[in-house]
């Protein structure tokens, strides 16, 4: 089955400055690669998505890159801001013709610094 | 247009106790989806369905665990009997026909066995 990894586990920024959190996957057959923001006590919430047939996606300060024969994405923040901290988990599936489960990173703990 | 609701939101009960879970998907959406977190797992796929079919059931833990989706509006998740290690917060997400891949998450259910 599909295996993620996810780092770092927590990242400390200062206001304004960019953070990159980085995923690696295993499944080749994996297309689609979400990431979710999880704010304390709330649900995960989708922010923004990539599918395979594209290397990069931007909407407004955040972006997300794929490197299919590494088989990792990466999601950047540019000039965070205090409401971008929390808990983000990147994921993976195949996202074809029919649904598919997500397979999980361990989630990566963004700490904005005042 | 609602979200993916649940209920209860929180639920405390004894070991050995049976627990039901209730999930409405957004509607029009045809693929749900249990998934499962915990501080230890992450977020974990529990089971999902497609049509009100169940498609994959892999990641349900136990036979203690059962899942059904008798119509395209209504899932349940059932545990029985339950046990500590039961405890978490339990996530139903639903996703579109024409975006099968992309996945709105419910409020979550926070699960505390005694």
């Known amino acids: 089955g599909e295996n993620v990894e996810q780092h770092p586990s927590t990242l400390s920024v200062q206001e304004g400055d960019s953070a990159v959190i980085k995923c690696t996957y295993s499944?080749?057959?994996?297309?689609?690669f979400p990431w979710y923001k999880q704010e304390l006590g709330k649900r995960p919430q989708l922010i923004i998505d990539?599918?395979?047939n594209v290397g990069e996606k931007k909407d407004q300060r955040i972006a997300v890159t794929l490197n299919k024969t590494a088989k990792h994405f990466s999601l950047h923040i540019t000039e965070t801001q205090p409401e971008d901290s929390a808990v983000y988990f990147c994921a993976a599936s195949w996202g074809g013709g029919g649904a598919d489960g997500l397979t999980f990173g361990k989630g990566t703990h963004l700490i904005i610094q005042p | 247009d609602a979200g993916v609701i649940q209920s209860p939101r929180h639920e405390v009960t004894e070991m050995g106790q049976e627990v039901t879970l209730r999930c409405k998907p957004i509607?029009?959406?045809?693929?749900l989806f249990w998934y499962r977190q915990t501080m230890m797992r992450g977020l974990e796929l529990l089971i999902y369905?497609?049509?009100?079919?169940?498609?994959?059931d892999s990641g349900m833990p136990e036979d203690r665990f059962s899942a059904k989706m008798p119509n395209a509006s209504f899932s349940t998740l059932k545990i029985q009997p339950s046990e500590p290690r039961d405890s978490a917060v339990y996530f139903c997400?639903?996703?579109?026909?024409?975006?099968?891949?992309?996945?709105?998450f419910g409020p979550g259910t926070r699960l505390t066995v005694t």
């Open positions: 369905f497609n049509n009100n079919v169940p498609i994959d």
């Open positions: 997400a639903s996703s579109p026909r024409d975006r099968t891949y992309e996945q709105y």
């Open positions: 990539i599918r395979s």
């Open positions: 509607s029009g959406h045809n693929s």
């Open positions: 499944d080749s057959a994996s297309n689609y």
